[in-house]
Every structure is written in C-alpha cells, then in structure tokens.
C-alpha cells in the first residue's frame, strides 16, 4: 500500500512488548509483597505459639485457662483480619496497576489504528470509505467495550474490599465486642 509507514507498526508491537513486561513485572511485584506478608504472617504465628505454649506451661488453676485462652484468641483474631485486609489491598494494588498499564497501551493502539485509517482514508483510492469507515466502528467498538471492562473492574474492586472490611469487622466484633475501623485502599488517580 503506498504510504503506509512500517515503523509505526513495528513501534507499536514494541510498545505493546513492553507493556507485556511491565504487567509482568507488576505481577512479580507483588507476588513479592504477597510472599513477605505470607512470612510476616507465618513468622508471628509461630512467635504466638512459642509464647502460647509457654503461658500454658504456667497455668495453675481452671480460671487461669479461661483467661488465657481469651488472652491468645483475640489477638489472633485481629491479626487474621488484618492479614486478611492487607492481602486484599496487595491485590487491589496490584490489580489497579495492570489495568493502568493496559489502559495506557490501549489508548496508543487506538491512536495508532485511528492514524491507520487516516492514512488509509488519505493514500488509497475512491471507494474506501466503507473500509474505513468500519475501522472507526470497531474502534468506537472496542472503546466502549473498554469502558465497560474498567466500570466492572472498578465495581468488583470495591465490592471485594466492602466484603472484607464487613467480614473482618464481623469477625472482630464476634471475638472482642468491638468493631475496628474500615481500611480502605490507596486509589491512585
């Protein structure tokens, strides 16, 4: 086709690989942050039953028992919620920043497919219109289609963290007969 630039094709697949590494590095990233809270976690849970055991050694009468054992579950109960929150919260972190990456190289390939069909429009002879007319709908297509998947992604987002927030909050109450404060995530702009 006369006119038409390779290397805006080539710059674009260059760019949609470098989009590809960059959500895997967002990945890595946080499989990282998800392994230390896992070690956190595991690392406080075994310091509890050392210190748990300990306390039990030292029981010397039935009400001691009683005491301990609202003395250990408690905590345990409002580190879990709390492991249970950051975890939603890596998640969401993480989750937020694919889609950003992707948004982002989605908006260069629809101005890549939009110069596309300019050129189109401008290089090849009467009658193309229909062609390039068609590349605009699937465009419009696509965008729309886009919206609706970052609406969804959005909507699921804070559903989850309202889910963890009301089931964490049970949780404590149930234990402790207090309720803790809802943690919501840092939304980036």
Do not use: C, W
């Not at 748990?52 to 408690?74: F, K």
């Amino acid at each position: 086709m006369p006119g038409f630039d390779f290397d805006d094709l080539f710059a674009t697949q260059r760019a949609m690989m470098n989009a590809l590494v960059s959500v895997g590095n967002t990945a890595l990233a946080s499989a990282e942050r998800m392994a230390a809270l896992h070690l956190h976690a595991v690392r406080e849970a075994m310091e509890d039953f050392s210190e748990g055991t300990q306390r039990m050694m030292a029981i010397q009468n039935p009400r001691e028992a009683v005491d301990l054992h609202h003395a250990l579950s408690t905590p345990q109960v409002e580190k879990g919620v709390r492991y249970s929150r950051s975890l939603a919260e890596i998640s969401t972190v993480a989750q937020e920043d694919a889609v950003r990456l992707i948004e982002a190289q989605y908006i260069g390939f629809t101005e890549t497919m939009t110069a596309l069909a300019n050129q189109i429009a401008k290089s090849t002879p009467g009658g193309s219109e229909v062609a390039v007319a068609a590349i605009r709908s699937t465009m419009r297509s696509a965008n729309e289609a886009f919206g609706r998947f970052n609406e969804a992604v959005t909507r699921f987002t804070e559903v989850s963290e309202d889910s963890v927030s009301m089931m964490g909050n049970a949780t404590v109450k149930a234990a402790t007969g207090k309720a803790t404060a809802p943690k919501r995530s840092v939304r980036r702009p």
